[in-house]
């Protein structure tokens, strides 16, 4: 795990030198265990390092073959490096280091750019083949690593984040409008955009060949599912049992580190699944970590500890209090590199400096469950809101929503009426391929009410989802409308938003890596296949993982109801006089982005009687965040630093 940065192209060398040490530095958070730096006449590679897998200065990048003309930077682990490498001896390649770097690039050398489809791991990586004068550039399968590039002045530059490339003379940042209206409806931009102007992201699953000036993007993998009816029919119990020896070995080959490992501890069935397979994998020697809450509808710790003693692992509790949020937001936005709408990338912001503080690098999490397994409370609410059109005026089918949203005391008090319009009931038809995002997209999307005219204007006849929905694969018509949300979830939601602001930001602000046993690539395909009552059998959620996590977990574990992990939004930022500075017309009037009346009168209500509905905490902290983003965004390199 690590930040890596470079160039395609001519630059002086003393010129590359001292531009990649720049690079690295404003990357040096991602690995703080050391800097390694290359240049060639046409290419420079950085790297800083963050030991987890051969600890010695053996594993150092950018590494070399053995004779100079291929090397690479690599960001993340290669779970199966110990079968590849047997693979790779038996085909007469031979090894001087321990690392899963050198399997990276040995794998390379035996299967050129078709390697990425024998790596089972999270990884971002560069290539350079000095032989073929070719920049060979690829991201995962399902997006947990980053990687960002742009083209400059005929160079072409890469890195594991953007404020990296920000430090080339002349690559200035700005936030790209579009980018904004697609986190304000779809709460991510769509690969490969990101939140600045220029500045791309390589989408999940997709490689890059640079070569002469220019840029191949191709896809090595895809999600798909099978057409509706198809699909894997064997019995719940025979599925089970597959799952759970495919979970096992996930998590087994996660584990592979030469440093201790932790378990994220949130106390809902996915953490927990994954707690207990690791503390049966390791035993005696797991340590868990989960975030507190002083306010109880946000809180769960009383199933951490509960889950915690039932495995007899040590549990580290972190207390996230009232005015935490505010005080880290700032940071969060750095690292987050975009906007978001809801504040509970902070909380995982301040678990992670905690679980550093405890000496450990390396944590697994249950990340990615609610989106194989069909977890979601969006994906019930589907099928309901199906269900209830069939007979639109039925006052007895609305009640169902009530069973999914028991943590929501307000909706229990609601009229059918209410519950049908609320969760618009027959405005959708059931044939749009957004059917199931629909509601969460209009609810978001109001937030876009707060534009300012000239971001209005400059959008005018964009459509965010509209774009999504062109984007989707030939077949999606064909899948079940379970596998359709899913996709739609897991494909763009997931690596756009989960893995990014949530996920790897977070960790890596504080040089952690986090692991993710449910994302292995097998585990996903198999999901896949499984037939939709499988997942969401009735409207009970991720139906066959807690079939096959019978006996692992506590009867008040396995069988708690969906509690999703939310954060206090608005309502953080009571106390915070940066937020009063930074939504004060003058501040917005100088940012141009929104709307300085519409956002005040927003401002006085948070402040005055709060906030309460979605909309309203959605557009509160998305314009925050904007706000610091635009405030924090790095100067301009100058030219010939």
Not at 88 to 95: H, I, K, N, T
Not at 597 to 611: D, H, I, Y
Not at 615 to 637: H, W, Y
Request: proline share 7%; hydrophobic share 40%; with cysteine.
């Amino acid at each position: 795990m690590c930040g890596i940065a470079g160039y395609h192209g001519h630059l002086p060398a003393g010129e590359a030198q001292a531009l990649l040490q720049r690079m690295c530095a404003a990357i040096a958070h991602r690995g703080p265990d050391g800097q390694g730096i290359h240049v060639e006449s046409e290419a420079g590679l950085g790297h800083r390092r963050l030991a987890i897998i051969d600890l010695s200065e053996d594993g150092a990048q950018p590494m070399a073959n053995d004779d100079g003309t291929v090397r690479v930077t690599y960001n993340g682990e290669i779970f199966n490096h110990v079968e590849l490498r047997s693979m790779l001896e038996v085909r007469g390649r031979r090894f001087r280091t321990s690392s899963d770097t050198e399997v990276l690039l040995r794998l390379y050398e035996e299967f050129g750019a078709e390697c990425v489809s024998h790596i089972n791991g999270d990884f971002a990586f560069a290539i350079w083949d000095g032989a073929r004068r070719r920049l060979f550039l690829a991201r995962d399968r399902m997006g947990v690593r980053p990687l960002f590039h742009t083209m400059h002045e005929g160079r072409f530059y890469f890195a594991s984040e953007a404020k990296a490339l920000f430090a080339v003379p002349g690559i200035a940042p700005e936030i790209d409008p579009v980018a904004l209206d697609q986190i304000f409806t779809l709460w991510a931009p769509i690969a490969p955009r990101t939140a600045f102007k220029g500045i791309s992201e390589l989408p999940p699953a997709h490689l890059m060949i640079v070569e002469e000036g220019r840029a191949e993007l191709r896809p090595y993998w895809a999600l798909s599912f099978p057409d509706a009816g198809d699909g894997d029919n064997r019995s719940h119990a025979a599925l089970a049992e597959e799952l759970r020896t495919l979970l096992e070995d996930a998590t087994r080959i996660r584990l592979r580190a030469d440093v201790e490992v932790g378990s994220l501890l949130s106390g809902g069935l996915d953490s927990s699944v994954i707690t207990a397979l690791a503390a049966r994998l390791a035993p005696g020697r797991l340590r868990s970590f989960g975030v507190t809450f002083d306010d109880p509808e946000f809180d769960e710790s009383a199933w951490q500890q509960t889950m915690a003693q039932a495995l007899g692992v040590t549990h580290h509790a972190v207390a996230c209090r009232a005015g935490d949020i505010a005080g880290m937001f700032p940071a969060v936005i750095r690292h987050c590199e975009r906007s978001v709408l809801r504040t509970a990338p902070a909380p995982l912001y301040r678990l992670a400096r905690s679980v550093r503080e405890q000496s450990v690098k390396v944590v697994l999490s249950g990340e990615g469950a609610d989106e194989i397994f069909a977890g979601y409370d969006i994906f019930r609410e589907a099928r309901i809101r199906r269900f209830c059109g069939r007979q639109p005026e039925s006052r007895t089918r609305p009640h169902l929503f009530r069973r999914i949203y028991p943590y929501l005391p307000s909706l229990q008090q609601q009229s059918p009426e209410y519950l049908a319009a609320f969760f618009g009931v027959g405005v959708d038809s059931p044939e749009d391929p957004l059917f199931s995002h629909r509601p969460r997209f209009r609810t978001t999307a109001g937030a876009r009410m707060f534009f300012s005219p000239e971001l209005r204007s400059t959008l005018a006849g964009y459509d965010a989802a509209g774009e999504l929905a062109s984007l989707l694969p030939d077949d999606f018509r064909r899948w079940h409308p379970l596998h359709q949300a899913q996709y739609l979830e897991t494909r763009f939601l997931l690596p756009g938003y989960i893995l990014s602001s949530q996920g790897d930001r977070m960790t890596m602000a504080h040089g952690v890596e986090g692991r993710f046993p449910f994302l292995d690539h097998r585990m996903v395909e198999f999901a896949s296949r499984l037939p939709p009552e499988a997942k969401l059998n009735g409207l009970r959620e991720k139906h066959i993982l807690r079939e096959a996590a019978a006996g692992l977990l506590p009867p008040t574990i396995a069988n708690r109801p969906k509690q999703p992990y939310r954060a206090p939004d608005s309502a953080s930022f009571r106390e915070a006089n940066y937020a009063v500075d930074l939504l004060s017309p003058v501040a917005i009037s100088a940012t141009g982005l929104f709307n300085p009346a519409t956002t005040a009168k927003l401002l006085e209500k948070s402040r005055r009687s709060g906030l309460s509905g979605f909309r309203d905490n959605a557009a509160f902290v998305g314009i925050l965040s904007t706000q610091l983003l635009s405030k924090d965004l790095p100067k301009p390199a100058p030219s010939g630093a």
